[in-house]
Each structure stands twice: as C-alpha cells, then as structure tokens.
C-alpha cells in the first residue's frame, strides 16, 4: 500500500497539548514542511518565546533556545551572528513581538538581521488569561477589557505587519491566514518565502498569520474560525505586504 500521508519530519512525535480548534498546530505544521522540503531541519535552531507559542520547542525536531517574553528578535540575532551558517527563526505570538518585545522587533527589522519571524496573531493574550493584546479589535470584550476595546481610551489595533513593511531592513513582509484550505496553503507558500530569504542573505523577513483562540474568545472551533473571517480579515490585510526585487528573484 502506498503512503499518501505523513508526520512532517519537522514535526516530534509529541501529542499536541493546546486547546481544541487552536490553529498554533496548523501553523507549526506549516514550518515543518517548510523545514523538511527546504532540507534545513538539522541546520536550524528556532527561538521560543513566552505564551501559548512557548510550547513549540515541544513539537519541533530542529534545536531550538528558550527567550525571556518579547525577546526573541534580541536571542535570534544573537545566535544567527554567532552562527552565521544556521537557519534561525522566531515564533511568537502578538503579545510577545507586538507588545513586550516591540522594541525588539523594530530594531531587529531596521538593522536587517537575516533572521525569520513568525506572528501568530489572535488578537488576544491567551495562556496569560485573554487580557486585550495591542490587536485586540475595536470593540472586543477581553477579560481586562470586559465593556470592550475602547479606542479612545486605548487606540485603535496594531496592525504590527505593516508597520515592520515601512522599516528598510525588512526585505520581506507577508499578512496570512489559516482559516481555510485555500488560506492554509497560502500561508505555507509565505512561510517558505520568508525562509528562502534568510537562505539568499536577504535581510529580515517577517510573516504574520491570524489564528483562531476559541478558549479566550469563549467560543467553539467552528464559530472561531467564522469569527476570524467576519471580524479579523476585515481589519488585518492579507497579502504580501513587502518584497524587494531582490525577493521577488527567489
């Protein structure tokens, strides 16, 4: 019998442990992929931050180094200019890299770092218990934001993608979503993208994918899923949002 489907040898053997209909698995999956069809699995050594995407070193068979919250851009550049010849990438949700590691992230992308970052954004804290996030919609109920986002008082959401766009170093920057097969498969081509660049020398590349958080949100996979779509896709643009010539090369 012939196999037509298999774990991603990107991927350990590990159960994952997040909650149901979390698309942090589908994201994970994607790297993995990308990592085995780029053959760069033993050559790279992610960076883990603090949140539910601190789990990933779990499931992932490259090496990987743990980073105080919001600083994986600083570990990541660390270790790629020690380590010019390893692959690196952060994976780090939008409370890490869009709050607490803001400055990081910016100062990653301006100085050019040959560095990969992933995004997951889901518009909430999650495992720290659904405090608003600086992507949280206008409007949205979060348990420190209970009436909802109020702009006036706290801004309107980051759009954190476009603001990494306008910074030179960043040779490469790309908005998805894994809310459907068609969206899914977008992301992965995205994904790979961002790693061929670190692989050319490019510069930094950035991609950042809408995930679902049906714990936080309060409600099931599917209605998440539909959420995002009706809520999140109108306010986050998808697309690729920056690539050089140099990129568009690849």
């Known amino acids: 019998m012939n196999k037509v489907f298999e774990r991603s040898k990107g991927l350990s053997d590990a159960h994952f442990t997040f909650c149901p209909g979390c698309t942090h698995g589908t994201i994970m999956r994607l790297i993995a992929e990308v990592m085995d069809e780029l053959q760069i699995i033993e050559e790279t050594i992610g960076v883990s931050p603090v949140g539910c995407a601190g789990f990933c070193q779990d499931f992932f068979t490259c090496d990987f180094v743990g980073a105080a919250h919001g600083r994986a851009q600083a570990v ?22 869009a709050a607490i590691g ?20 889901n518009a909430i804290y999650g495992m720290t218990g659904g405090q ?18 109020d702009p006036v008082d706290v801004g309107m959401p980051m759009d954190f993608p476009k603001i990494i766009a306008n910074i030179p170093g960043a040779v490469y920057v790309a908005s998805v979503s894994v809310d459907s097969p068609k969206n899914i498969i977008k992301a992965k081509k995205a994904i790979k993208k961002a790693f061929r660049v670190q692989q050319a020398g490019l510069g930094f590349a950035l991609v950042s994918i809408l995930s679902t958080c049906p714990t936080n949100w309060g409600m099931s ?17 998808l697309g690729e949002l920056k690539e050089t010539e140099e990129v568009k090369k690849l």
Request: hydrophobic fraction near 35%.
């Open 221 to 237: 996979p599917i209605d998440s899923l539909q959420w995002l779509r009706e809520n999140m896709l109108p306010v986050y643009e």
């Open 102 to 121: 803001t400055q990081h992230a910016i100062h990653c992308a301006a100085r050019g770092e040959k560095i990969t970052s992933i995004m997951v954004n």
């Open 76 to 97: 990541g550049t660390g270790i790629k200019r020690s380590l010019p010849d390893k692959m690196v990438f952060t994976y780090q949700g939008d409370g890490d890299i």
């Open 132 to 149: 608003m996030a600086p992507t949280t919609l206008e409007g949205m109920k979060t348990s420190t934001s209970p009436f909802g986002r």
